[in-house]
């Protein structure tokens, strides 16, 4: 059975939130508008089959990826997940527990605002989950919403706590230490973020979720199908400029592809036709040109391509890469030779 909690219900409670409209209409709509859509289903009740341990999916968009997520789920214990939105309604949360399956129960918040993300309810929620799915969407959202808010420090204190954690496509994109915001209302393409590394539309955001082994990373989503390699490299580029650790890397996962992140940093790639792969930009320098409202210049930047079913380390970046190549960016322009 799935029930729908939104706000406030009840004869009494609308007769009071009438008079209080004619005192003060501000505070009759924040009590109507908590900020958030609530769902569920499955047994809230039932107790977690399974032990439980730290995990991480990375996933790049697209279709689901049964066997990542079955993989995933094992790591919560089979227990109670919790869908995190900024958009939609209840069909993930139907598609979880009823085809994927292997889970308790799935609850989904779905936040318009702020304001939902400070509520008592919103936190016990996220307090009782076994795992949390961050959804797709539009990753902006989720900043304006979360970041610095109650919601923000539960989801880092969830980490902390070894719950698994995944994110798919802009739920992705927030999973890293440094993060794409798309703040700007655009999603920027490769050709514009290297021709003004440094402009406004490239809006990278730090400080909001604290992951093991994505501390250092930025991450990218959709990665083949949109030609985000020359996009990539430029915010890496600009997470080491603007942190001053060169150290920094980016990876970039492809569509119906997901990596999947054990508690010692071993992770393997999950693909639903098996073509998909996870990309790693790891220049360990600065850029060689990363001036304001000037195309980006970036030599031999060193890019490994990880397969489906391959492995590899989020600890050192050791991978069975399925090939390894150096990315040139000459004014503006990206050439990529394979090693």
Request: hydrophobic share 45%; aromatic share 8%; net charge negative.
């Amino acid at each position: 059975m799935r029930r729908l909690r939104y706000g406030l219900r009840g004869p009494l409670i609308a007769l009071l939130l009438s008079a209080l409209f004619w005192s003060s209409p501000a505070a009759a709509q924040e009590l109507m508008d908590p900020g958030f859509a609530y769902y569920e289903v499955g047994d809230l009740d039932a107790p977690r089959p399974g032990p439980r341990a730290p995990a991480m999916m990375l996933m790049g968009g697209g279709e689901w990826v049964p066997e990542a997520f079955q993989w995933w789920l094992r790591q919560a214990g089979n227990g109670r997940v919790l869908i995190l939105r900024a958009s939609g309604t209840d069909e993930l949360q139907d598609r979880l527990y009823r085809e994927i399956g292997g889970a308790t129960a799935v609850q989904t918040l779905v936040f318009d605002n702020r304001r939902g993300a400070d509520d008592p309810a919103v936190l016990r929620v996220v307090a009782a989950a076994d795992a949390i799915f961050i959804a797709g969407g539009d990753q902006s959202r989720y900043i304006r919403f979360w970041k610095g808010t109650a919601l923000n420090r539960a989801l880092n204190a969830h980490v902390r706590a070894g719950k698994p954690i995944a994110g798919t496509s802009a739920g992705l994109a927030i999973l890293g230490g440094y993060a794409y915001g798309a703040l700007d209302g655009g999603s920027i393409d490769s050709a514009s973020a290297m021709a003004d590394p440094m402009g406004e539309a490239v809006t990278l955001d730090r400080g909001f979720l604290q992951l093991p082994y994505l501390q250092r990373v930025v991450t990218d989503t959709h990665f083949d199908k949109r030609d985000r390699l020359g996009r990539l490299i430029v915010f890496v580029a600009r997470a080491a400029h603007d942190s001053g650790d060169p150290d920094m890397v980016g990876i970039g996962v492809d569509e119906d592809t997901a990596l999947c992140v054990e508690p010692d940093g071993q992770a393997q790639v999950y693909s639903a036709d098996g073509e998909g792969k996870v990309w790693v930009v790891s220049p360990g320098r600065d850029a060689d040109r990363l001036v304001e409202g000037e195309p980006l210049r970036f030599h031999a930047v060193p890019v490994t391509v990880v397969a489906s079913g391959s492995r590899m380390r989020l600890d050192d970046l050791q991978a069975d890469a399925a090939y390894e190549a150096l990315a040139d960016i000459n004014d503006g322009e990206i050439e990529v030779v394979r090693r």
